[in-house]
């Protein structure tokens, strides 16, 4: 099993910026893969961005290449969400992901095995 706790959400306004955070434990060696998706309200869950284990590989949705960065901690075995410049369309609870796998499907949700509790993210106009 592997745990996933995701925190840093929060109220901000438009152009401003924020930093999640997803801590990883349990059996973590087993991951090949994280990411972040999100899900607005009445809206389908989708995908955002995601990060080899390793911290080499990353991959972008295009709605925010050059907006949010997602990085790796290998030793406090966290991965992060920098999310800059947000817009009221950012509004919408966060979801950090694990799986095991490394493929071109990495932006389906159905590759990922784990899955945090979610943070709320608004940004106000």
């Known amino acids: 099993q592997v745990h996933l706790v995701e925190s840093g959400g929060g109220l901000v306004q438009a152009g401003g910026s924020l930093r999640l955070a997803c801590a990883a434990s349990g059996r973590t060696y087993t991951m090949t893969t994280m990411a972040w998706f999100r899900q607005a309200p009445g809206k389908e869950r989708e995908f955002v961005a995601a990060?080899?284990?390793?911290?080499?590989?990353?991959y972008y949705a295009d709605s925010v290449k050059g907006q949010f960065t997602i990085s790796r901690d290998t030793a406090a075995n966290t991965v992060a969400l920098q999310m800059n410049n947000l817009k009221p369309e950012d509004t919408a609870v966060y979801y950090c992901?694990?799986?095991?796998?490394?493929?071109?499907?990495?932006?389906?949700?159905?590759?990922?095995?784990?899955w945090g509790q979610g943070t709320q993210v608004t940004v106000s106009s």
């Open positions: 990060i080899t284990w390793s911290g080499v590989n990353t």
């Open positions: 992901a694990a799986g095991q796998t490394w493929t071109l499907y990495k932006s389906n949700r159905n590759e990922y095995s784990y």
